[in-house]
C-alpha cells in the first residue's frame, strides 16, 4: 500500500484550517472549553492523515477541509452555506447586475433539487416549470450530491445558450425533460397597471436594490390617471424575497408610523427595530395584499408590516415561513460564509420563522367560471426543510397573543390537490403585463384571488360613500 509521510509544514496546514474549522464551530454554538478544542482538533487532523496515508486514491487535503466546512455549516439551517470564490461572486450578483440564466428558485428539501417558484417572465416560467418540480438532472448531471450552488452555476450561462433539465413532478409516470434557452434575469421587479378605474395593481416579483425606487415611480405612474385612485392591489404572490432594506423602504412608502420588523439574534435582549417615518406623502387609499405559499422573506416582511399596523388586508394562503435573518461575511482568497443571526418579528411581536403570514382572508387561487378548484399546491414551505430553524411565536410584547397555528391556515385553505393544466393557464395570467407587450386587465381579472382583492376594495368604496 502506498503510503505518503506527511511533511511538517504540510501537518501545519491542516492544523491551521482545522483551527479555522472549530474556530467557526465554536463561534457558532458557543465557546468550547480549551481542553474539548485541542482534543477536536487533534482528532480532525488524525482523521485527514489517516486519509491522505491510507486511502485508496490520493486526495487534497484542502478539498477535504473546504468538504468538512460545508457540511459544518450546512448542518445548521437551510440558508447558512460556506461558498467558494465562484459561488460568492454569484451571490452577489443577483442583487446587482442582471445574469444570464433560467429564472427558478431553487432549494434543497430532503437532499432534492427542488424548485420553490419560477420568477415570472423568465425561460422557466414560459416553459412551464412549477413549484415542487424536483430536478434530478441538468444536463446529462445528476444533481443527488451537487451543492446548492453548484446547481445555480450550472443554470446559469450566457444568454442564448441552451440548458436541458429534468425534473420528477408529481403526478407525471415519467420524468420531464425541457430544454431552456438562457435569458437575461431583468433586475426590474415592478409592474403595474390600472386593474379598473380607480384601482391601481402593483406586482413587486423580487426586493433589489431599486424595488422602492421603482415602486415610487409605479404609483405617481397609476395616480396620473383620470380617476383618482380609490384602492390598490399589491402583488407578492410568488416572491421569494430579496434584500431587508428594501423591504424596510417599501413598507414605510405606505406606512406613516409604526415598527415595520423587529430583528432579535441569539441575545434576546438585543433587538433591533426598524420603524416607519412620516414624510406626509404616504397614500390613504385602501390596500389589499396578496401572499400565498411563494411569499418568502422580505415579501413576508411586508405583509407582516401592513397588516399588523391595520394598513392593508392581507388575502390568500399562508406564505413560506422564512423568517430568518442572513449575513454575509467576506473571507480570505474570495470565499465568502453565509450563516443565519437572527429571527425577524412582526409588529405585533409574531415570528415569522417556520410559520409565515396567515391571511385575513383564506381565498384559494382558481380561475373564474372553471370547474377547477383550489389552485394553491401544497408548496414547499420554510417549515418543510431539513435543519430549519424553530420557530419563536411571540415576543411578549403587549400581552399579543399568537396568530393561528399553521395547520389552521391548511384546514383553511391549502389541502387540496391542483389541476395542472390549469396551473398552466394561470401562471400565464400576468405574462402579458410582464412583456409590457399587452395592458388589458382582462386576464388578470380571470385570478380568483386579484378577482376578489377588487370586489373588497369596491366594496369598501361602495360603503365608504353610503357612511358620507
Do not use: C
Amino acid at each position: 500500500m502506498h503510503s505518503q509521510k506527511k511533511s511538517p509544514v504540510r501537518k501545519g496546514f491542516v492544523l491551521a484550517l482545522a483551527a479555522a474549522v472549530f474556530f467557526l464551530a465554536s463561534s457558532v454554538h458557543g465557546e468550547l472549553s480549551k481542553a474539548d478544542t485541542y482534543e477536536g482538533l487533534k482528532l480532525f487532523s488524525d482523521v485527514i492523515e489517516e486519509l491522505e496515508k491510507n486511502y485508496v486514491e490520493p486526495v487534497d487535503t484542502r478539498d477535504l477541509i473546504e468538504e468538512a466546512i460545508h457540511g459544518m455549516v450546512e448542518s445548521l439551517d437551510p440558508h447558512s452555506t460556506f461558498m467558494p470564490p465562484e459561488a460568492f461572486e454569484s451571490l452577489q450578483s443577483e442583487t446587482r447586475g442582471d445574469f444570464g440564466g433560467i429564472g427558478i428558485v431553487i432549494t434543497k428539501e430532503d437532499g432534492r433539487l427542488t424548485v420553490v417558484s419560477p420568477i415570472e417572465g423568465t425561460p422557466a416560467y414560459k416553459a412551464g416549470i412549477q413549484a415542487n418540480d424536483v430536478i434530478i438532472k441538468v444536463e446529462d448531471e445528476s444533481t443527488q450530491d451537487m451543492m446548492l450552488w453548484e446547481a445555480v452555476k450550472q443554470m446559469r450561462g450566457e444568454p442564448g445558450t441552451e440548458l436541458q433539465i429534468t425534473v420528477v413532478r408529481e403526478g407525471e409516470p415519467e420524468p420531464l425533460e425541457f430544454t431552456l434557452v438562457r435569458a437575461v434575469i431583468p433586475m426590474d421587479s415592478v409592474r403595474h397597471i390600472i386593474l379598473q378605474p380607480g384601482y391601481g395593481y402593483l406586482w413587486v416579483t423580487n426586493f433589489r436594490e431599486n424595488t422602492t425606487d421603482e415602486v415610487k415611480k409605479a404609483l405617481a405612474d397609476l395616480e396620473k390617471n383620470a380617476d383618482p385612485l380609490k384602492g390598490l392591489i399589491l402583488d407578492l404572490r410568488d416572491n421569494p424575497g430579496g434584500l431587508l432594506t428594501q423591504a424596510v423602504s417599501l413598507s414605510d412608502v405606505f406606512l406613516a408610523d409604526g415598527r415595520i420588523v423587529s430583528i432579535r439574534g441569539r441575545d434576546q435582549k438585543e433587538e433591533s427595530v426598524y420603524r416607519a417615518e412620516d414624510d406626509n406623502q404616504e397614500p390613504d387609499y385602501p390596500i389589499v395584499v396578496l401572499i400565498n405559499g411563494g411569499s418568502a422573506s422580505a415579501a413576508e416582511i411586508v405583509a407582516g408590516a401592513l397588516q399588523d399596523n391595520g394598513r392593508a388586508l392581507v388575502l390568500g394562503t399562508t406564505s413560506f415561513g422564512k423568517g430568518s435573518v442572513q449575513t454575509v461575511r467576506p473571507l480570505r482568497n474570495g470565499y465568502g460564509l453565509k450563516y443565519t443571526v437572527a429571527r425577524y418579528y412582526t409588529p405585533k411581536g409574531i415570528s415569522i420563522q417556520a410559520e409565515g403570514i396567515h391571511p385575513d382572508l383564506v381565498v384559494k387561487r382558481r380561475l373564474l367560471d372553471e370547474k377547477s378548484g383550489g389552485l394553491d399546491a401544497r408548496r414547499i414551505k420554510e417549515g418543510d426543510l431539513k435543519n430549519h430553524l424553530p420557530g419563536k411565536m411571540e415576543l411578549e410584547q403587549d400581552g399579543q397573543e399568537p396568530g393561528p397555528s399553521e395547520s389552521d391556515g391548511e384546514k383553511a385553505g391549502e389541502g387540496q390537490t391542483e389541476d395542472e393544466t390549469d396551473v398552466q393557464k394561470l401562471m400565464r395570467l400576468r405574462d402579458s403585463l410582464y412583456e409590457h407587450s399587452e395592458r388589458s386587465p382582462d386576464a388578470l381579472m380571470l385570478d380568483s384571488q386579484i378577482n376578489r382583492a377588487y370586489e373588497i376594495l369596491r366594496g369598501y368604496e361602495v360603503f365608504s360613500a353610503m357612511g358620507d
